[in-house]
């Protein structure tokens, strides 16, 4: 099994600020790595994937990196309705997820 | 959309059955997934289905393997998980998610959840 570990387990900031979320794996999952982000009460919402890749609808502010064992979540300009809980995932051997970080408002 | 339903609460070694009804898409285009969330927990994956069933691309976490079974009907639009000999560390909202590959080229993450269907072990 991969274990994900994420970093920091919350991050205190404020609107405006950049964030820098990071998600390190137990093995190499080469670059089958997505981050997702949960609002209270709510299904989680697919931000990344495969890195670096967007879906329709998320907004640029939101970018990925990384590859092997240790990957980046990247908030350029944290948004009101940014602070969340992300969970990043991985696809390399079957599906697993980090421990989530939760991004508050400081 | 992912409309999850099935969920209720259920003594310890009893089964459930999960229902997850999708629109809005060609269902038997897509893998399709389980995922849940114990209560104030983070996510994890239960279980994995291609888009035709194929049994060598069914997965489960090492958690509910021998436990639990995923299937899908195409022409309903429509996945279950089958859950039994349940135990009180399987109390979570399960979410079904759809894979965002389509066709038979593997899985990929997960671009569409359901809001969830709450399952409660309890005596």
């Known amino acids: 099994e991969i274990v994900l570990a994420q970093s920091p387990a919350t991050l205190s900031l404020s609107p405006g600020d950049r964030a820098t979320l990071s998600c390190r794996a137990s093995?190499?999952?080469?670059?089958?790595l997505a981050w997702y982000q949960q609002k209270p009460g709510q299904a989680p919402r697919l931000l990344i994937y495969?890195?670096?890749n967007r879906p329709t609808g998320v907004p640029a502010r939101f970018s990925g990196s990384g590859s092997g064992t240790d990957f980046t979540l990247t908030i350029s300009r944290l948004e009101p309705e940014d602070f969340a809980v992300y969970y990043c995932?991985?696809?390399?051997?079957?599906?697993?997820f980090g421990g989530g970080t939760k991004v508050e408002i400081k | 959309q992912l409309v999850e339903s099935g969920g209720g609460v259920v003594q310890p070694g009893k089964s459930l059955r999960l229902s997850c009804a999708a629109s809005?898409?060609?269902?038997?285009?897509?893998?399709m997934h389980w995922v849940r969330q114990g209560p104030g927990k983070g996510l994890e994956w239960v279980s994995s289905?291609?888009?035709?069933?194929?049994?060598?691309?069914?997965g489960y976490a090492d958690s509910v393997k021998g436990r639990f079974t995923i299937s899908r009907d195409n022409a309903k639009n429509s996945l279950f998980l089958q859950m039994k000999s349940l135990t009180v560390e399987d109390t979570a909202l399960y979410y079904c998610?759809?894979?965002?590959?389509?066709?038979?080229?593997?899985?990929?993450?997960?671009?569409?959840w359901g809001q969830g269907t709450l399952v409660t072990v309890s005596s």
């Open positions: 998610a759809k894979d965002i590959t389509g066709g038979a080229v593997g899985y990929g993450a997960f671009d569409l």
């Open positions: 809005g898409f060609i269902f038997d285009d897509f893998a």
């Open positions: 289905i291609s888009w035709n069933s194929d049994a060598e691309t069914i």
């Open positions: 093995q190499s999952v080469d670059t089958y």
């Open positions: 495969d890195v670096s």
């Open positions: 995932q991985q696809r390399y051997i079957w599906f697993s």
